[in-house]
């Protein structure tokens, strides 16, 4: 796990207790944050989204178009979250291409995983009309 391998040893990164939130949909972002101990949920919408263990990064859409926060990311237990801030991304994105490849790795599964779901609600919208 590429992630974790990279900042499991980072002296820089924060903490937060469990039920604390590390941010919420519609915060501003500049910063992305590595999980690197103790598991969390994203959550869109107050929907369950993905669940986040080490390793598992979130909020780079901020970090990549300076955007407002799309969701909510809050401890399950005591976490630890590394923070890679503009600069760095773009340090990394520089200098260690599979960073870059495994940003794009992980945001590729949480589309298709995103269009699976439009899918299955749109499936089940027609199935209800269908049949009335």
């Known amino acids: 796990m590429l992630f974790?391998?990279?900042?499991?040893?980072?002296?820089?990164f924060i903490e937060i207790k469990?039920?604390?939130?590390?941010?919420?949909?519609?915060?501003?972002?500049?910063?992305?944050f590595v999980l690197i101990a103790g598991?969390?949920?994203?959550?869109?919408?107050?929907?369950?989204?993905?669940?986040?263990?080490?390793?598992?990064?979130?909020?780079?859409?901020?970090?990549?178009?300076?955007?407002?926060?799309?969701?909510?990311?809050?401890?399950?237990?005591d976490c630890k979250f590394v923070v890679i801030d503009h600069a760095r991304f773009h340090f990394l994105v520089d200098e260690a291409p599979r960073f870059a490849i495994d940003v794009m790795r992980v945001m590729a599964q949480r589309l298709r995983n995103c269009d699976q779901r439009i899918l299955k609600a749109a499936q089940a919208t027609a199935e209800m009309t269908s049949s009335a």
């Open 18 to 32: 469990s039920g604390g939130t590390l941010f919420r949909e519609g915060d501003a972002g500049e910063a992305m």
């Open 4 to 12: 974790f391998d990279m900042f499991r040893h980072d002296p820089e």
């Open 39 to 77: 598991e969390a949920e994203v959550t869109i919408a107050g929907m369950f989204f993905e669940k986040c263990t080490p390793g598992s990064f979130v909020g780079e859409l901020a970090v990549i178009d300076g955007s407002p926060r799309f969701a909510t990311v809050t401890a399950l237990t």
